[in-house]
């Protein structure tokens, strides 16, 4: 299995550029949450999703889309992006929805806009 | 609401000695807690994890946490430290509803030679 995996690595973008970082995991978990990590602020949730079709909003979901048409995958769409966005992003998955799971974590995407 | 605090953004230990990182939470339902550990310019990994039952946790590499309800807190500790163990280190509580997590500020933790 090669878990979560993330691409880009490193993306640099221009205020008011669009991106999408993708998110792939190959071990058929039903939950996929993506995260973002600031200096001195720990991981925040953006968006999550408890399976296909079905996603939701986690603290910090303002300028990010997510759609979840398959099992496997998970995108986080940046329609406009802006300074404030410059983040290492996570993306993690976990077998079930329930509160006691363990949660794998992909490499991380590193993000700056200018 | 969930929220969790940790004490110490550094944390310098010498080799061998005792590691103490500090945690404590806050949950409006019974909390499920982690730790996870980060190595540079790398993803997380969990470090052990608090559901229901003992209250003493052992973890991967030497690691171990104690629930104390009554402080509210999830502290780690390794007896002996390791090169290797220089990371940095998160706590986590589960939320309310689906399986998502609040994490701390995070400590790094550097192991003097």
């Known amino acids: 299995n090669a878990g979560v995996t993330q691409t880009p690595k490193f993306q640099v973008l221009k205020t008011g550029q669009s991106m999408t970082l993708q998110c792939a995991q190959d071990m058929n978990h039903e939950y996929m949450s993506w995260y973002r990590q600031d200096p001195g602020m720990g991981l925040r949730l953006i968006h999550y999703?408890?399976?296909?079709?079905?996603?939701d909003q986690g603290e910090v979901p303002n300028g990010y889309n997510v759609s979840r048409s398959t099992t496997e995958d998970f995108p986080l769409r940046l329609l406009s992006a802006a300074p404030s966005q410059t983040s290492v992003y996570f993306c993690?998955?976990?077998?079930?929805?329930?509160?006691?799971?363990?949660?794998?974590f992909g490499p991380g995407t590193r993000l700056l806009v200018l | 609401a969930q929220s969790v605090t940790q004490l110490g953004s550094h944390v310098s230990v010498s080799e061998g000695a005792l590691v103490l990182l500090r945690c404590n939470y806050s949950s409006s339902v019974p909390p499920y807690l982690f730790w996870y550990v980060q190595y540079p310019n790398q993803g997380l990994q969990l470090l052990l994890k608090y559901t229901t039952g003992a209250t003493l946790v052992k973890g991967i590499n030497g690691f171990e946490a104690e629930f104390k309800k009554s402080e509210t807190s999830f502290h780690l500790t390794k007896p002996s430290a390791h090169m290797s163990d220089a990371a940095e280190y998160f706590c986590?509580?589960?939320?309310?509803?689906?399986?998502?997590?609040?994490f701390g500020t995070g400590t790094r933790l550097t192991v003097i030679p």
């Open positions: 993690a998955s976990s077998y079930g929805t329930g509160r006691a799971e363990t949660q794998y």
């Open positions: 986590a509580v589960s939320g309310t509803g689906a399986n998502n997590l609040f």
């Open positions: 999703s408890v399976g296909a079709g079905i996603t």
